[in-house]
């Protein structure tokens, strides 16, 4: 049974941080594209940031442009869980946090779209404040 377990949501001031983690289980995550997407009240899920799966050690990564700078993606295959460390917030960062799986990616590659995930947490609400 596929499980992605979101943790680490909260309030946070403008200027705060917050580290964002989630726990996957029932497929195999060391070869699986991670990302993880938001979504506002009234608005679209997006794309937040996403790391790829590797061969080597070397992981591709990619952000919303809003973010690079503030937020950054990293992962532990060792204990199958993806971190999103989010620093200097800001209110438009407010949203429901969600972790996505793609089991089908190759290697390298980063899927900036919803339909290309297979797998999906029950989101982790990060409200900021000004």
């Known amino acids: 049974q596929v499980q992605l377990v979101e943790s680490g949501g909260g309030l946070v001031q403008a200027g705060g941080s917050l580290k964002l983690s989630c726990a996957a289980s029932?497929?195999?995550?060391?070869?699986?594209?991670m990302s993880w997407f938001r979504q506002a009240p009234g608005k679209e899920r997006e794309f937040v940031a996403g790391?790829?799966?590797?061969?080597?050690?070397?992981?591709?990564?990619d952000y919303l442009d809003s973010v690079k700078g503030r937020l950054a993606i990293s992962r532990d295959n060792a204990k199958n869980t993806v971190f999103l460390q989010m620093n200097s917030l800001k209110p438009e960062d407010t949203g429901v946090y969600y972790c996505a799986a793609d089991v089908r990616r190759q290697p390298k590659h980063i899927v900036p779209n919803a339909s290309g995930y297979d797998y999906w947490g029950q989101g982790t609400q990060v409200t900021v404040s000004s």
């Open positions: 029932g497929f195999t995550f060391s070869r699986s594209a």
């Open positions: 790391i790829s799966w590797t061969y080597d050690s070397v992981y591709l990564v």
